[in-house]
């Protein structure tokens, strides 16, 4: 038979066999000839059968991440290029290594909350704002006439307001109608200020409060063209700060299915709920693994103490520790310094000797999910299982592209 190939393609090609299933070992692309990128983070470095999984090698340009970062959406996306380009932004803003693991956690998420529509559809929604403003009306005592002879009036876009309620479809037109609402109506600000029922919005789903923090700690890659909640609806705002809250914190976890749990529950719920396990271990006590360590009220830690509290508080005198000292650091629950603090320590010590042995440091929060939005009984854990498996979908598409 005649030979078709030269012999230094033969050489290349011997060099390509002998490399296959080091590229394979490892999960990721093979691209001849090409250095390992930096390593990521376990969770995220964790493949399907032991494979550990790599960033992509710094060396490539943007055109070229832009590419791979292309292939891993799913197929159904429309405006490929627009979707990698606000990923890629808010990655190279982030400083978040580009890697198939990483753009494969933020494009499940996303495929999750929105399937790739930047300001999804929810249904339902005008009898959700119907329903709100029925209640607040009631609350303040305002006659139902007055407000329904109101929301007649002419509104900014040229519809009157009812027929924008009527209207509704997605979370930016309820977002603008309450702007408007606010500031037109006679009992706008009386009723509405400081109470716009949108919290979260745009394309992952992310809170608005989350976003104006993230903001300010660490700026906002796009110039703001009305103001920052707006930006939240829009598609490069809501997948910088998706892309923020998803993957730029430290975590500890082994498995990534926990960050998802995170992304839905809070930062680092996932670490609270081990430690609400370790604790309730050593207490002797059923503690909720929700990965709320303390109470709240308004955003604020309450003084009445948690169930989490009242437990620490009981064992004080084997954790060595004062209620003030124990009250420190439970504040420290929503950041990386919880698991340095003493008590974090001291718990797990406890925890460990009683087990015979080192207990899990993450565990899925048991958190029912709560939303007017919600029509059906879901958990955390339901979210971060299906999110996980669009991941490992997504992972697929890039070995299959290899």
């Known amino acids: 038979m005649t030979r078709i190939h030269s012999a230094p393609f033969a050489g290349r090609l011997r060099r390509l066999l002998l490399a296959l299933p080091l590229a394979v070992l490892a999960g990721c692309s093979l691209f001849e000839g090409e250095p390992e990128g930096p390593a990521l983070p376990p969770d995220l470095a964790r493949g399907a059968n032991g494979r550990t999984l790599t960033a992509w090698p710094t060396s490539l340009d943007e055109s070229a991440v832009r590419n791979r970062a292309a292939r891993l959406l799913p197929a159904r996306v429309k405006d490929r290029a627009g979707w990698t380009g606000d990923l890629y932004t808010a990655f190279a803003h982030l400083g978040i290594p580009h890697a198939a693991p990483t753009y494969c956690a ?9 399937s790739f529509q ?49 209207a509704l479809k997605t979370e930016k037109e309820l977002n603008a109608l309450y702007e408007d609402m606010t500031a037109e109506l006679p009992f706008g600000k009386t009723l509405l200020a400081g109470h716009n029922p949108v919290r979260t919005g745009g394309p992952m789903q992310v809170s608005v409060a989350f976003a104006e923090q993230q903001a300010k700690d660490r700026g906002y890659p796009y110039p703001v063209e009305h103001d920052l909640r707006n930006e939240v609806f829009t598609r490069r705002g809501g997948v910088y700060f998706g892309v923020a809250i998803l993957l730029d914190y430290p975590v500890g976890y082994d498995n990534v299915v926990y960050r998802f749990a995170d992304f839905n529950a809070g930062r680092h719920s996932s670490r609270n709920a081990a430690f609400q396990a370790a604790l309730g271990r050593v207490a002797d006590r059923k503690l909720s693994l929700d990965g709320d360590l303390l109470r ?22 084997r954790l060595e ?10 504040l420290l629950e929503k950041s990386p310094a919880f698991a340095r603090s003493t008590l974090y320590a001291r718990v797990f010590a406890l925890a460990d000797k009683a087990a015979g042995g080192p207990v899990a440091r993450q565990a899925m929060p048991r958190i029912d999910l709560k939303s007017p939005k919600i029509r059906r009984k879901l958990t955390t ?22």
Request: charged share 35%; with cysteine.
């Open 106 to 114: 933020a494009i499940a998420i996303i495929e999750q909350e929105s």
């Open 118 to 166: 930047a300001d999804p559809a929810v249904p339902g929604l005008a009898a959700i704002v119907q329903r709100e403003l029925e209640e607040r009306t009631g609350r303040y005592g305002i006659p139902k006439l007055v407000v329904s002879t109101a929301l007649l009036k002419t509104s900014p876009d040229g519809r009157s307001y009812q027929q924008r309620i009527d």
């Open 296 to 317: 709240y009220d308004k955003g604020d830690a309450a003084l009445d103490t948690s169930e989490v509290e009242d437990a620490a508080l009981a064992i004080r005198d």
């Open 321 to 330: 520790m004062t209620r003030s000292q124990i009250r420190r650091d439970l």
């Open 381 to 402: 854990e339901w979210f971060a299982r299906r999110v996980e498996g669009r991941y490992r979908s997504c992972l697929a598409r890039d070995r299959g592209a290899a």
